[in-house]
């Protein structure tokens, strides 16, 4: 099993700035890509910005030059820098992580953009 442990998550006015963490713990061999997907109220969960362990990154079209993924190997934990929030960026933030054998999700963290 892998826990991920995300936090970070707030209330912020648009225009404002968070950083999302998520550190993952148990039995981690292998693991491989690490990533934030956001789910808003009526909408389906979608993929944000995921990172590979060798630092390759993917982003969705809309946080393009907005957000940017890292990663710290050493401590198992991926961080969504996220600038210039707007509104439509309100949504549950879920941290993922494949591994060999098994695609794991964290509980989640709010994210709230007031205009």
């Known amino acids: 099993q892998v826990q991920l442990v995300e936090s970070g998550g707030a209330l912020v006015q648009a225009g404002g700035s968070l950083r999302l963490s998520c550190a993952a713990s148990?039995?981690?061999?292998?693991?491989?890509?690490m990533g934030w997907y956001r789910q808003a109220p009526g909408k389906q969960r979608e993929l944000v910005a995921r990172?590979?362990?060798?630092?390759?990154?993917n982003y969705a079209d809309s946080v393009k030059g907005r957000f940017t993924i890292s990663r710290d190997n050493a401590k198992n934990t991926v961080y969504l820098q996220m600038n210039s929030l707007k509104p439509e960026d309100t949504a549950v933030y879920y941290c993922?992580?494949?591994?060999?054998?098994?695609?794991?999700w964290g509980q989640g963290t709010q994210v709230t953009v007031s205009s």
């Open positions: 148990g039995s981690i061999f292998g693991l491989n890509f």
């Open positions: 993922n992580a494949l591994v060999v054998g098994g695609n794991y």
């Open positions: 990172i590979s362990s060798g630092g390759s990154t």
